[in-house]
């Protein structure tokens, strides 16, 4: 089956500590990106990556960091420089931007990780 | 600065009834996309409208969108329980050469039997 995962699905990370969430997917996808979303709020953009080794920031790079070694893995870091961390993490994949062979930018999410600070 | 406006944030219907969620943006798109999100799930995709004019309909909702008044509609008939859930719209804009979704707040509906 075809699709974005993402782990672990709950986190807990204690105070100065760095953590790794994890998304791979098998869609063979270019883009994939990384949003936040704090309780009952909507979605805000960490880091997006378009290309394998190339990513760039969103509106809320502050404090985290990603990598794009592999077409199918984007990585996202939370640093203890993240001073409010606790949110839910959803990872999620699109064919590429628009104009890519007449594709659209139709981003398709992973079930989410949920990370609190204790 | 890109502002997407969801209208109403937090709506309550009875069952049966008929409603519409409103979705304004601020700047120039033609490709527009509704998500439905549950509590504590995932956002899942319901429509890509892609040009001014597009409709889709899938069973009691249906979206539309108008580029130039730059507002996508969610419409609602004879609602049931289970579409009670959070729905998102999302603008598909160009910034500093890169395609991104700017989300809009989203609007929690609760539907009553």
């Known amino acids: 089956d075809g699709g974005i995962t993402q782990s672990p699905k709950y986190l807990f990370r204690k105070e100065g500590q760095n953590v790794t969430l994890s998304c791979e997917q098998n869609l063979n996808h270019d883009a994939m990106y990384w949003y936040r979303q704090d309780p009952g709020q909507g979605l805000r953009l960490i880091y997006y990556s378009q290309i394998v080794n190339d990513f760039q920031k969103g509106d809320i790079a502050e404090g985290y960091s990603v990598s794009r070694e592999k077409k199918e893995s984007f990585p996202l870091t939370v640093t203890s420089a993240q001073k409010n961390p606790t949110a839910f993490y959803l990872c999620?994949?699109?064919?590429?931007?628009?104009?890519?062979?007449?594709?659209?930018?139709?981003?398709?999410f992973g079930p989410g990780t949920r990370l609190t600070v204790l | 600065e890109l502002k997407v406006e969801q209208n109403p944030l937090f709506l309550s219907m009875q069952e049966g009834k008929n409603y519409t969620i409103y979705c304004n943006y601020s700047?120039?798109?033609?490709?527009l996309y509704w998500y439905r999100q549950d509590p504590g799930k995932s956002l899942e995709s319901l429509f890509v409208?892609?040009?001014?004019?597009a409709v889709k309909q899938e069973g009691r909702l249906m979206a539309s969108l108008d580029t130039k008044a730059r507002l996508s509609t969610l419409h609602i008939t004879a609602a049931v329980h289970d579409l009670s859930a959070t729905y998102f719209c999302?603008?598909?804009?160009?910034?500093?050469?890169?395609?991104?979704?700017?989300f809009g707040q989203g609007t929690r509906l609760t539907i009553n039997p």
């Open positions: 409208l892609l040009s001014n004019g």
């Open positions: 999620a994949s699109s064919i590429g931007p628009p104009g890519t062979s007449g594709t659209d930018n139709e981003q398709f």
């Open positions: 999302a603008v598909d804009i160009e910034i500093q050469g890169a395609q991104k979704l700017v």
């Open positions: 700047t120039t798109s033609d490709r």
